[in-house]
């Protein structure tokens, strides 16, 4: 056991948060998100909302200093409302690191990027659009 990890980081998402590297990217996917078809990688978080799993990666990795943006939205399309998670993402990045750079990425380009990321999280969100990007920095 482990201290000061939190509980939603499993060993295997653990591995693979230290395995990352500068740049490199991993994505949080909602209940929706086509994680096994498109991830080079998968983790499952089942039972585990996007809020608690951003909350707990923030918590271990810092988001990238040097790239124009870290921490990418999955746009809405059709004239959908902006997601109401959306606002609770952006506090929990807050919270965790002063340098959030969002940005929206439209559907299709978003699934093209995901599938270069270093891996997917598969949670149990049901909010939807509820998928981030994020890109991870440098641990001082």
Same mark, same amino acid.
């Given at each position: 056991?482990?201290?000061?990890?939190?509980?939603?980081?499993?060993?295997? %998402?653990?591995?693979?948060?230290?395995?990352?590297?500068?740049? *490199?990217?991993? @994505?949080? =996917?909602?209940?929706?998100?086509p994680?096994?078809?498109v991830?080079?990688?998968?983790?499952?978080?089942?039972?585990?909302?996007?809020?608690?799993i951003? *909350?707990? @990666? %923030?918590?271990?990795i810092?988001?990238?200093?040097?790239?124009?943006?870290?921490?990418?939205?999955?746009?809405?399309?059709?004239?959908?409302?902006?997601?109401?998670?959306?606002?609770?993402?952006?506090?929990?990045? =807050?919270?965790?690191?002063?340098?959030?750079?969002?940005?929206?990425?439209?559907?299709?380009?978003?699934?093209?990027r995901?599938?270069?990321?270093?891996? @997917?999280?598969?949670?149990?969100?049901?909010?939807?659009? =509820?998928?981030?990007?994020?890109?991870?920095?440098?641990?001082?």
């Amino acid at each position: 056991m482990l201290k000061n990890i939190p509980t939603v980081i499993g060993p295997e %998402l653990l591995k693979i948060l230290d395995e990352m590297g500068h740049g *490199d990217e991993i @994505v949080i =996917a909602d209940g929706n998100f086509p994680s096994h078809s498109v991830g080079q990688r998968v983790v499952r978080a089942d039972g585990i909302g996007g809020e608690a799993i951003l *909350d707990g @990666v %923030l918590s271990l990795i810092p988001l990238d200093t040097y790239a124009p943006e870290n921490f990418m939205l999955m746009e809405t399309t059709n004239g959908d409302p902006t997601p109401e998670i959306w606002a609770k993402y952006e506090e929990i990045a =807050a919270k965790h690191d002063k340098n959030v750079r969002e940005a929206l990425i439209e559907r299709y380009a978003f699934y093209e990027r995901a599938k270069k990321a270093y891996a @997917v999280i598969a949670t149990s969100e049901s909010a939807i659009y =509820a998928n981030i990007i994020l890109k991870k920095g440098v641990v001082k």
